[in-house]
């Protein structure tokens, strides 16, 4: 593939990806962060990948630039996750006293 041909596809692919998430409502986020941290796992493993197999210097900066978002986005992505799941935890209870005044003034 030619130099064009590739940056034209990671153009459009920011694109959609833009109108992907700016699409889904904010009540959604949360619950598909959990579901797509395996999705950044792949992405961060393609980003790895490519910077292995990077023949100059421009290819090298550009696929490690992708291997610290994506491992950002990934981290990011289990920080929110843990998050939402802390929200579902009951408050801890406190015990009460065994001896409870009545209301009785001295």
């Given at each position: 593939?030619?130099?064009?041909?590739?940056?034209?596809?990671?153009?459009?692919?920011?694109f959609i990806g833009f109108e992907v998430v700016s699409k889904v409502s904010?009540?959604?986020?949360?619950?598909?962060?959990?579901?797509?941290?395996?999705?950044?796992?792949?992405?961060?493993?393609?980003?790895?990948?490519?910077?292995?197999?990077?023949?100059?210097?421009?290819?090298?900066?550009?696929?490690?630039?992708?291997?610290?978002?994506?491992?950002?986005?990934?981290?990011?992505?289990?920080?929110?996750?843990?998050?939402?799941?802390?929200?579902?935890?009951?408050?801890?209870?406190?015990?009460?006293?065994?001896?409870?005044s009545g209301g009785e003034s001295k």
């Open positions: 593939m030619s130099n064009l041909a590739l940056l034209s596809i990671f153009v459009l692919s920011i904010t009540t959604l986020h949360t619950p598909l962060m959990s579901g797509a941290n395996a999705i950044h796992g792949i992405i961060l493993v393609g980003a790895i990948t490519v910077t292995d197999h990077a023949n100059n210097n421009i290819q090298l900066g550009l696929g490690t630039a992708a291997v610290v978002l994506a491992t950002v986005n990934m981290v990011g992505g289990f920080v929110v996750t843990d998050r939402m799941l802390e929200m579902f935890k009951g408050k801890p209870r406190v015990k009460k006293d065994a001896e409870v």
